[in-house]
């Protein structure tokens, strides 16, 4: 079966031009990573609200395939750390080397230092260099031996991982679990999709379809339009009133989380064409920015019987205003 060759957008520059550029990237990557058009988009708003992505599941299903699709279409450099055991932070962060000539100790950037990084199997890491991410993921940062190295402008990172029972997996800290702005479950593509994976109609084997729909100025252009959706005062007290109603009911959901559903809730409503945020946004976004973020109640809750309870939550909040 031939190839389709690869879709060419010029840079987009003009204000105007970002919004459907940016749906155009949207459009071309669901047709890559087809029967799963909500955790598409969702995972692509994330990087336009300038978050991470938890991708969860089995073996097989996609999740790497999504991973570089997004990476495909945002452009920019491009890194993928496989997680094993033995992966040290300096693996990760990069390290000071002696350099004879200079005389002095040279910093080798590690492989966090790109636009798009995927952490493929980030539970299969060690607890000590799964930590090496925090700074990275919230300050955009590197601080090695008193020095402090900036990381590329946009940064994202998509991180994968298999289910906890399997052999060689260690749990994520809820440390680490709150830097990411949502977690995405893809399950198994219905008939129709799979079909049209085995023929090569679409999967991994598309990728090189994709191609990046703006330059790095463009998705800064992008991000920056994101965080200038306007939010009333009205919709601020229905993300505050749902943020008590979790945290009394004993779930773990901190400011960093109630920020990040802030900005995932924006980026929906700029790739709907609104310039202001709804109740409804929020609405749409809340279980895959908490699904992740700490038990429920006493109780270890898995991701399927967070997203009951949070949808529960859902119902019983009115959004009428107080």
Sequence with gaps: MTQAPPILVPPVRSPE??????RAGLAALQSVVVGKEAQVRRAFATMLAGGHVLLEDLPGVGKTTLAKGLSRILGGSFQRVQGTNDLLPSDLLGVHLWDAKEQAFRFQPGPVFC??????????????????MLEAMVEGQVTLDRS????????????????????????????????????????????????R????????????????????DGWRQARAAVRSVKVAEAVLDY????????????????????KHWLALAQAEAWLEG?????????????????????????????????????????????????
């Design 17 to 22: 031009g970002i919004r459907p550029a940016a």
């Design 115 to 132: 636009h798009v990084l995927l952490l493929d199997e980030l539970n299969r890491i060690g607890p000590k260099t799964q930590s090496a």
């Design 148 to 195: 402090t190295h900036k990381l590329p402008e946009p940064f994202f990172v998509i991180a994968t991982q298999n289910p906890l029972d399997h052999a060689g997996t260690f749990p994520l800290p809820e440390s680490q679990l709150d830097r990411f702005s949502c977690t995405i479950h893809l399950g198994y593509p219905d008939r129709a999709a799979e079909r």
């Design 197 to 216: 994976i085995l023929t090569g109609e679409a999967g991994a084997e598309r990728l090189d379809t994709l191609s990046p729909v703006l330059d790095l």
């Design 239 to 258: 993300v505050e009133r749902m943020v008590e109603r979790i945290r009394a009911g004993g779930g773990f959901c901190s400011t960093r989380a109630a």
């Design 274 to 322: 609104r310039d202001f945020l709804t109740p409804d946004d929020l609405q749409r976004t809340l279980t895959d920015t908490m699904a992740h973020r700490g038990s429920l109640d006493d109780r270890r809750l898995n991701r399927g019987e967070r997203r009951e309870q949070l949808a529960k939550l859902l119902k019983e909040l009115p959004v009428g205003w107080t």
